[in-house]
């Protein structure tokens, strides 16, 4: 893996040099870790003029034990009340002899900023803006197989739940015993807090799961995700409790089934990222549902649960090969309940037998 992350450097590197900054200063921890391998709390990774440093605010063996550092890479740790290692990386770059700086703006605070200015008045400072954002789009395989495996843990995980008993347990409940089971079964923790929505809640984007019990005849939708080795991956699921769904449930699933997998149909490298929000939301308009779409109908996930690209009405660009989307159209009908439907696929070409499916559990409405 030394050889990915330096590779990964070197292409912020030569962004940085075309920009006019010699040297560059990432904070935001996400980048951090997908330059270095290892994010410590507060640490930032300095590209300096002659060589690469990881800053952090203690030694190595207090660091908590996510991610591996990239060896090849150099720490420079400060004391424990040693100061902000951002400032102390700016403070390093001038001892090589650096005349410009590109800094995380996005991230840094105007407090750390004008501390950063304070200790080096003669270098250049300039945005970095969302270089290393840019960069994670495109996820290379290694980084696939861990959404893979993150996957395949979510799967898992929400199987042996619908084999279980549901019928009055609380949604709180619920959820906890989701993000148990991802633990046990290998997930570094779940990728964002588990969602799980009954009756008049389900379908509800980024419900917090009450003390609402199951009860028969409820939609029961369920959002969760797995972490593994910092990879974030996501599934969304509907279901009915308990007896045959009811006619209006019957037509609400198959619409949202049908916008779903018009959106998912659409992912393919040169599709605009509007076009495919555009696939899975004319589907839900011509029914009637405008009133209860969410604002996109599916996002970028890795390193972040929520990352570019942002499949919006309004979102500009297009896709590319090996770019890891959810495709999640929902619809909630307030006092009644709703369908979510969320998978986590990989943009593929035609040739490679389209967009990949990595969350594979069955989008058949059952009745449990």
């Known amino acids: 893996m030394s050889e990915v992350y330096a590779a990964r450097r070197t292409r912020l590197r030569e962004r940085c040099n075309a920009g006019g900054s010699a040297a560059a200063l990432v904070s935001r921890p996400a980048n951090v870790r997908y330059l270095a391998g290892i994010a410590p709390p507060g640490a930032v990774l300095l590209l300096g003029k002659r060589e690469d440093l990881l800053v952090s605010a203690g030694p190595p063996n207090e660091w908590p034990a996510e991610g591996r550092l990239d060896e090849a890479l150099r720490v420079h740790s400060l004391p424990r009340a040693g100061g902000d290692p951002a400032v102390a990386a700016a403070g390093l770059l001038m001892a090589q002899g650096a005349d410009s700086l590109a800094l ?6 105007v407090a750390r900023h004008r501390a950063i200015r304070s200790v080096v008045p003669g270098l250049r400072l300039g945005d970095l803006g969302g270089a290393v954002e840019q960069l994670r789009v495109v996820k290379d395989e290694e980084e696939i197989s861990c959404l893979r495996i993150g996957a395949e843990i979510a799967d898992q995980a929400l199987g042996e739940l619908l084999e279980s008993i549901l019928v009055g347990r609380t949604e709180r409940h619920l959820a906890l015993e989701l ?17 799980v929505a009954t009756g008049p809640n389900s ?30 991956c996501e599934i969304g699921r509907t279901f009915v409790i308990g007896t045959s769904p009811a006619d209006w449930q019957i037509e609400l699933y198959d619409r949202v089934f049908a916008a779903q997998r018009a959106g998912r149909e659409s992912l393919a490298p040169g599709a605009a990222y509007r076009d495919v929000d555009r696939a899975a939301r004319q589907v839900l308009d011509s029914a009637g549902y405008a009133e209860g779409l969410p604002e996109l109908t599916g996002h970028g996930v890795g390193l972040e649960f929520d990352e570019d690209p ?23 009908l307030p006092g009644r309940g709703g369908v979510r439907i969320d ?14 499916l990595l969350t594979i559990t069955t989008k058949e409405l059952l009745a449990l």
């Open 104 to 109: 995380e703006e996005h991230h840094l605070t």
């Open 179 to 195: 993000e148990r089971r991802l633990v046990d079964h290998g997930a570094d923790g779940p990728a964002f807090p588990t969602s």
């Open 203 to 232: 379908g509800r984007r980024g419900h917090r799961p009450t003390d609402r019990r199951v009860e028969e005849g409820d939609f029961l939708s369920v959002c969760l995700g797995a972490t593994y080795r910092g990879y974030r």
């Open 310 to 332: 942002q499949l919006g009405p309004a979102a500009m660009g297009k896709l590319d090969a090996c770019v890891p989307v959810t495709v999640e159209p929902g619809v909630h």
């Open 343 to 356: 998978d986590t696929l990989v943009v593929r070409p035609e040739a490679d037998g389209g967009p990949e």
